[in-house]
């Protein structure tokens, strides 16, 4: 794949007739009055520091697919300037992984007006919602999100034909790892890794068994409800969310180990959101659980391992959570294991395409911004790139292949060096 999108590069920005406002309905009143000061805040700011940090800007090249332009067209659509169907395509580019935030120079500030200049992912979020509400939301997006409501999980083995992937197999994965159902904590798997890349959940799990961590799995797990929300289909995912909750409480859960980002994320952000002061669980993240396992000594790690690796840091751990400097503790943990690192503010630019549903409506997208991240690390010359998300390692593992360097997850490793054979589907 070239290194720029010749389509998007010739794509003019849109233009409109300004000489007749448009009229706002009520759905739309209602969403620029809600993020009127979000909006009016970033415009009025002038600065585009966050430009160059959005992975999807660095391919496209478009001034529409901008953080600055998601915000510059709520003010637009107050004015009457645009409609929403004018804009509807802009908000699919967007992975939401945070970059813009955590560069606007505005975070140097404190107090809710510089805090409202800073929240693009959940404007984005927030438009995205406003198109389903329309009947504007994108053909991909519906397909995934009708099949992930009459399957309860994602369909992330396809969306054609009878995929072997439903309720029936959402503990395949475990198959003689005698893991009980309930407890006081459970491990919520993701469907990615659940149906996909099973690998990661068994070395999870026997990571866990192996330092006596004492977990269980849900009764009904559904999936997490957060992909839906990223794509805008709120209603389906608090419904998801209420079913997870529910199980939970049934099963006398109070701790639950997020071993994703996007579902960690989703579990501290999105359902105390849904449930305010009902949602009293404990949520921990698995890179924080098993830096601290080591830490303690209760993992040890003692076979070495011979990869020059480096890590990429994925946006929701990183940049949405400030979880930095568990995994690298991990990675230098290990024997053997020679660790080249960058630079803290490198961190915040890299990104896989792989979050948000970019990969689901744009995959072209995704696939050009994760050979970026792969030629990156190429350039630091290492033979593995170790990723601690399994939604990231997908269009990482496409781009390794053609760079040749290996993708691994960082779970998988640790569980190598403690000398755990894992077992389970590494790669599609």
Same mark, same amino acid.
């Given at each position: 794949?070239?290194? @720029?999108?010749?389509?998007?590069? $010739?794509?003019?920005?849109?233009? %409109? &007739?300004? *000489?007749?406002?448009?009229?706002?309905?009520? !759905?739309?009143?209602?969403?620029?009055?809600?993020?009127?000061?979000?909006?009016?805040?970033?415009?009025?700011?002038?600065?585009?520091?966050?430009?160059?940090?959005?992975?999807?800007?660095?391919?496209?090249?478009?001034?529409?697919?901008?953080?600055?332009?998601?915000?510059?067209?709520?003010?637009?659509?107050?004015?009457?300037?645009?409609?929403?169907?004018?804009?509807?395509?802009?908000?699919?580019?967007?992975?939401?992984?945070?970059?813009?935030?955590?560069?606007?120079?505005?975070?140097?500030?404190?107090?809710?007006?510089?805090?409202?200049?800073?929240? @693009?992912?959940?404007?984005?979020? $927030?438009?995205?919602?406003?198109? %389903? &509400?329309? *009947?504007?939301?994108?053909?991909?997006?519906? !397909?995934?999100?009708?099949?992930?409501?009459?399957?309860?999980?994602?369909?992330?083995?396809?969306?054609?034909?009878?995929?072997?992937?439903?309720?029936?197999?959402?503990?395949?994965?475990?198959?003689?790892?005698?893991?009980?159902?309930?407890?006081?904590?459970?491990?919520?798997?993701?469907?990615?890794?659940?149906?996909?890349?099973?690998?990661?959940?068994?070395?999870?799990?026997?990571?866990?068994?192996?330092?006596?961590?004492?977990?269980?799995?849900?009764?009904?797990?559904?999936?997490?409800?957060?992909?839906?929300?990223?794509?805008?289909?709120?209603?389906?995912?608090?419904?998801?969310?209420?079913?997870?909750?529910?199980?939970?409480?049934?099963?006398?859960?109070?701790?639950?180990?997020?071993?994703?980002?996007?579902?960690?994320?989703?579990?501290?952000?999105?359902?105390?959101?849904?449930?305010?002061?009902?949602?009293?669980?404990?949520?921990?993240?698995?890179?924080?659980?098993?830096?601290?396992?080591?830490?303690?000594?209760?993992?040890?790690?003692?076979?070495?391992?011979?990869?020059?690796?480096?890590?990429?840091?994925?946006?929701?751990?990183?940049?949405?959570?400030?979880?930095?400097?568990?995994?690298?503790?991990?990675?230098?943990?290990?024997?053997?294991?020679?660790?080249?690192?960058?630079?803290?503010?490198?961190?915040?630019?890299?990104?896989?395409?792989?979050?948000?549903?970019?990969?689901?409506?744009?995959?072209?997208?995704?696939?050009?911004?994760?050979?970026?991240?792969?030629?990156?690390?190429?350039?630091?010359?290492?033979?593995?790139?170790?990723?601690?998300?399994?939604?990231?390692?997908?269009?990482?593992?496409?781009?390794?292949?053609?760079?040749?360097?290996?993708?691994?997850?960082?779970?998988?490793?640790?569980?190598?060096?403690?000398?755990?054979?894992?077992?389970?589907?590494?790669?599609?």
């Amino acid at each position: 794949m070239s290194n @720029t999108h010749e389509h998007d590069e $010739a794509t003019p920005p849109t233009t %409109v &007739d300004l *000489g007749t406002p448009q009229i706002l309905g009520e !759905v739309e009143q209602a969403f620029v009055e809600k993020w009127h000061e979000n909006a009016t805040g970033c415009f009025s700011s002038g600065h585009k520091f966050c430009r160059e940090v959005c992975p999807v800007t660095q391919v496209t090249r478009n001034e529409n697919h901008t953080p600055t332009a998601f915000h510059a067209n709520v003010i637009a659509l107050e004015k009457g300037h645009l409609t929403v169907e004018d804009v509807a395509d802009d908000y699919v580019h967007c992975t939401q992984c945070g970059g813009c935030e955590v560069r606007c120079p505005n975070t140097l500030m404190v107090g809710d007006f510089y805090r409202a200049r800073t929240e @693009t992912v959940k404007v984005v979020r $927030a438009m995205r919602a406003m198109l %389903v &509400d329309k *009947g504007l939301d994108r053909e991909g997006w519906k !397909v995934w999100n009708r099949l992930t409501n009459e399957l309860k999980n994602e369909p992330v083995l396809g969306v054609e034909g009878d995929q072997p992937n439903g309720q029936a197999q959402v503990r395949d994965w475990a198959e003689g790892l005698d893991i009980p159902i309930g407890g006081d904590t459970i491990m919520f798997v993701d469907c990615e890794a659940a149906y996909y890349r099973t690998s990661i959940p068994r070395a999870t799990a026997q990571i866990l068994q192996l330092a006596g961590y004492e977990f269980g799995l849900m009764n009904e797990q559904w999936c997490c409800g957060g992909p839906a929300a990223e794509m805008g289909y709120v209603e389906q995912s608090m419904r998801f969310a209420r079913h997870n909750v529910d199980d939970w409480r049934k099963s006398g859960v109070k701790r639950i180990i997020a071993i994703e980002p996007h579902d960690y994320v989703h579990f501290t952000e999105d359902y105390p959101a849904y449930f305010g002061d009902d949602f009293d669980f404990e949520v921990v993240q698995i890179i924080d659980l098993v830096a601290e396992l080591i830490r303690d000594g209760r993992l040890k790690l003692t076979k070495p391992i011979d990869r020059v690796v480096t890590y990429h840091d994925p946006c929701r751990l990183n940049k949405r959570k400030g979880i930095h400097e568990a995994p690298r503790e991990i990675l230098r943990a290990i024997p053997g294991l020679t660790f080249k690192d960058v630079d803290r503010v490198t961190q915040w630019s890299y990104c896989s395409g792989g979050g948000g549903g970019l990969p689901i409506e744009k995959p072209e997208i995704t696939a050009e911004i994760s050979r970026r991240r792969l030629e990156k690390a190429a350039e630091l010359e290492v033979d593995t790139l170790v990723s601690a998300c399994v939604w990231s390692e997908r269009p990482l593992t496409a781009a390794g292949d053609e760079a040749g360097i290996d993708v691994k997850d960082i779970i998988e490793l640790v569980a190598e060096s403690a000398g755990i054979e894992i077992g389970g589907r590494t790669r599609p």
